[in-house]
């Protein structure tokens, strides 16, 4: 069973927001709530690098530890999903999160903040109907057999979605391939070995999309 995850490109990312964008139009996500978010460090200086940041629906998610009423669950594929009908608003997960994927609705005391909501990978939640499914949770992307739309339109492939072991090989390919002239971006004068890994990194999410 494939294991979904996130990864970003840092040196890809160019701070377009098209992922951000790209969220809240799958999911229409109540005004305040934004699942997704690019986070910029050394804005204007040499060293500035942007990277898009969400739930990373970890394989032990401190959210699930630290929940009350044990609303959080995992799905087959490694999908950290939550049930917003257990969810009580106290914020433990919001703390716990070193990603702050946790977002409520309110910012007010224990209880009063209103249900949690937080990205899904595009994989919905529970619910009796896929039009009360799509009212708490978003799209459901996923049983459509979809990667979710933040990765599908990030026009420089910096925010990848997939299989975890298919997503790594494809950083590892880049990672190897930015010592070429090119910076790892096309196939221009390569031959042998390195086209073929050229054209594993230029064909990233049909790679995700079979995993």
Request: proline share 4%; net charge negative.
């Amino acid at each position: 069973m494939a294991q979904m995850k996130f990864m970003c490109d840092a040196e890809r990312c160019i701070e377009c927001n098209g992922c951000v964008t790209a969220c809240k139009n799958a999911n229409d996500v109540e005004w305040g709530i934004q699942r997704r978010r690019v986070v910029t460090l050394n804005d204007g200086e040499p060293t500035e690098v942007s990277i898009s940041v969400a739930c990373m629906h970890c394989d032990d998610a401190p959210c699930m530890a630290v929940c009350p009423t044990d609303c959080f669950y995992k799905t087959d594929d490694g999908i950290v999903l939550h049930d917003k009908d257990l969810c009580i608003g106290c914020g433990y997960c919001l703390y716990a999160c070193p990603f702050g994927a946790p977002q409520f609705p309110k910012q007010n005391a224990f209880g009063e903040r209103g249900k949690m909501d937080k990205c899904t990978f595009c994989a919905g939640g529970p619910a009796d109907s896929k039009e009360e499914e799509y009212e708490k949770y978003g799209a459901n992307r996923i049983a459509e057999g979809k990667l979710p739309l933040c990765a599908e339109m990030c026009s420089t492939k910096a925010l990848l979605a997939g299989d975890a072991q298919t997503v790594a090989d494809i950083f590892r390919q880049r990672v190897v391939q930015r010592g070429h002239e090119d910076g790892a971006w096309s196939e221009v004068n390569r031959q042998g070995p390195d086209t073929a890994a050229a054209r594993m990194d230029n064909l990233a999410y049909d790679a995700t999309r079979q995993g």
